[in-house]
């Protein structure tokens, strides 16, 4: 009787995901990426548009920014590494000509924040957060193409950080240094949106994901040095033990200097601390970083996720304290609790994953126009105010989301068959 039923839950489950996996790759390859090849170009000036409203309406007075672009770099490069079509191909080298020939300074190195749609310099500031987009994508595009001036620059990158930007009495990294890698004045910050913190959570979890995948490439003993201080960082200075959410912003000595959390931000670091743990082949560090990846799922599963399916966007003393639903933290928590289904065997949580991928083809997916809406309110409507393209709107959250679902689905039903 046992194995007969174990036999029938097998099936069902196997049934369930590969019925997810047909719905995950129907919004990748006929929803999500055609929008970025398609209404996103920006066929007069090259690369893609500055900002684009929900309704397909640009704004070129609007900046160009180096996060969207690094992104875009990473998201075709990995898409390609995949599925090698030309024509991902020819965006990825689309990118990397714009992130290359227009966003790198050939004075100082590095790149810069932000462009005008002619290529002039609006925002010349090396942001720590923005040079490790640029190796993330560098390090995807050298893995796609075998790029060796990818490797170079992403190399450079790396030294530039290292003797301008990491802070050898402290630790981590400081947040923003002027064009020359001075360090920049006290008010210097991300955006506006951001406290005017030396260090931040934000910053050391994408550089520990551009390490990471810097790694893949040059398995350097300098790159490990500092995988290892970025998971410890993680591990005893910005996650808080007792409440199992990440601080946000810290001061040199890492004292901590804000008192919200995002649960976006704990689902996605839960996975991306587990993959950087993983590519340095350490059991005892592995262990116990899977410990603490389970640990922040299920605050975040216990805390963040609504009664709709859908992952709220910040919370405070244990209370949730902005219930919206943004496109990116979504796109996380699928990853992030399909992780945790993979570390605990916790149905739980794939069964989270399942209803957060509903919420995101019921609400945030938009089949009038292509891609996802930036958020839904808490009446279920999107928030047309917000666009669905600009410096911060881009598709490495929704597009990576989906490559590692439907890799890790892989894997999931190789070991329940």
Same mark, same amino acid.
């Given at each position: 009787?046992?194995?007969?039923?174990?036999?029938?839950?097998?099936?069902?489950?196997?049934?369930?995901?590969?019925?997810?996996?047909?719905?995950?790759?129907?919004?990748?390859?006929?929803?999500?990426?055609?929008?970025?090849?398609?209404?996103?170009?920006?066929?007069?000036?090259?690369?893609?548009?500055?900002?684009?409203?929900?309704?397909?309406?640009?704004?070129?007075?609007?900046?160009?920014?180096? +996060?969207?672009?690094?992104?875009?770099?990473?998201?075709?490069?990995?898409?390609?590494?995949?599925?090698?079509?030309?024509?991902?191909?020819?965006? /990825?080298?689309?990118?990397?000509?714009?992130?290359?020939?227009?966003?790198?300074?050939?004075?100082?190195?590095?790149?810069?924040?932000?462009?005008?749609?002619?290529?002039?310099?609006?925002?010349?500031?090396?942001?720590?957060?923005?040079?490790?987009?640029?190796?993330?994508?560098?390090?995807?595009?050298?893995?796609?193409?075998?790029?060796?001036?990818?490797?170079?620059? %992403?190399?450079?990158?790396?030294?530039?950080?290292?003797?301008?930007?990491?802070?050898?009495?402290?630790?981590?990294?400081?947040?923003?240094?002027?064009?020359?890698?001075?360090?920049?004045?006290?008010?210097?910050?991300?955006s506006e949106k951001d406290m005017a913190e030396k260090k931040s959570m934000n910053c050391h979890l994408?550089?520990?994901?551009?390490?990471?995948?810097?790694?893949?490439?040059?398995?350097?003993?300098?790159?490990?040095?500092?995988?290892?201080?970025?998971?410890?960082?993680?591990?005893?200075?910005?996650?808080?033990?007792?409440?199992?959410?990440?601080?946000?912003?810290?001061?040199?000595?890492?004292?901590?200097?804000?008192?919200?959390?995002?649960?976006?931000?704990?689902?996605?670091?839960?996975?991306?601390?587990?993959?950087? /743990?993983? +590519?340095?082949?350490?059991?005892?560090?592995?262990?116990?970083?899977?410990?603490?990846?389970?640990?922040?799922?299920?605050?975040?599963?216990?805390?963040?996720?609504?009664?709709?399916?859908?992952?709220?966007? %910040?919370?405070?003393?244990?209370?949730?304290?902005?219930?919206?639903?943004?496109?990116?933290?979504?796109?996380? /928590?699928?990853?992030?609790?399909?992780?945790?289904?993979?570390?605990?065997?916790?149905?739980?949580?794939?069964? &989270?994953?399942?209803?957060?991928?509903?919420?995101?083809?019921?609400?945030?997916?938009?089949? &009038?126009?292509?891609?996802?809406?930036?958020? +839904?309110?808490?009446?279920?409507?999107?928030?047309? &105010?917000?666009?669905?393209?600009?410096?911060?709107?881009?598709?490495?959250?929704?597009?990576?989301?989906?490559?590692?679902?439907?890799?890790?689905?892989?894997?999931?039903?190789?070991?329940?068959?």
């Open positions: 009787m046992h194995s007969n039923s174990t036999s029938s839950h097998n099936t069902n489950l196997h049934a369930l995901l590969t019925l997810l996996k047909e719905r995950v790759c129907n919004q990748l390859y006929s929803h999500i990426l055609p929008f970025w090849y398609g209404p996103a170009l920006d066929r007069e000036h090259g690369g893609w548009v500055a900002w684009l409203s929900n309704n397909l309406h640009p704004d070129h007075a609007k900046p160009k920014g180096l +996060i969207i672009n690094t992104r875009l770099l990473w998201t075709f490069s990995a898409v390609y590494r995949t599925t090698p079509q030309p024509l991902y191909k020819q965006m /990825a080298e689309r990118a990397f000509d714009i992130v290359l020939n227009r966003f790198w300074d050939n004075q100082y190195g590095g790149a810069f924040w932000q462009l005008d749609r002619l290529g002039n310099v609006l925002d010349g500031s090396k942001k720590t957060y923005g040079q490790a987009f640029c190796i993330y994508a560098l390090a995807e595009f050298e893995r796609a193409f075998g790029s060796q001036l990818a490797h170079t620059r %992403a190399l450079e990158l790396f030294d530039l950080l290292e003797a301008h930007a990491h802070d050898p009495a402290h630790d981590g990294y400081i947040e923003v240094c002027n064009r020359d890698w001075t360090e920049a004045e006290s008010g210097a910050r991300l994408h550089m520990l994901e551009a390490l990471t995948n810097l790694y893949r490439v040059w398995p350097d003993a300098r790159v490990e040095t500092r995988l290892r201080e970025l998971l410890d960082l993680f591990e005893n200075r910005i996650l808080d033990r007792a409440t199992c959410h990440l601080n946000h912003f810290f001061d040199e000595m890492w004292r901590v200097r804000s008192d919200t959390y995002t649960f976006g931000h704990d689902i996605e670091a839960s996975w991306l601390l587990c993959e950087a /743990a993983e +590519i340095l082949s350490d059991e005892a560090l592995v262990t116990r970083t899977r410990a603490i990846a389970l640990r922040m799922a299920e605050t975040t599963l216990n805390e963040g996720v609504a009664s709709d399916g859908g992952l709220c966007y %910040a919370g405070k003393a244990g209370k949730v304290i902005d219930p919206g639903k943004e496109w990116w933290p979504q796109a996380e /928590a699928l990853v992030g609790f399909i992780n945790g289904y993979q570390l605990s065997g916790d149905a739980r949580y794939l069964g &989270t994953a399942l209803k957060i991928w509903d919420f995101i083809e019921a609400h945030l997916v938009d089949q &009038t126009n292509g891609e996802w809406f930036w958020r +839904i309110g808490e009446d279920g409507k999107p928030d047309h &105010t917000l666009p669905k393209v600009s410096e911060w709107k881009d598709p490495y959250h929704a597009v990576r989301a989906c490559l590692e679902t439907l890799h890790r689905l892989k894997a999931i039903t190789v070991g329940s068959t």
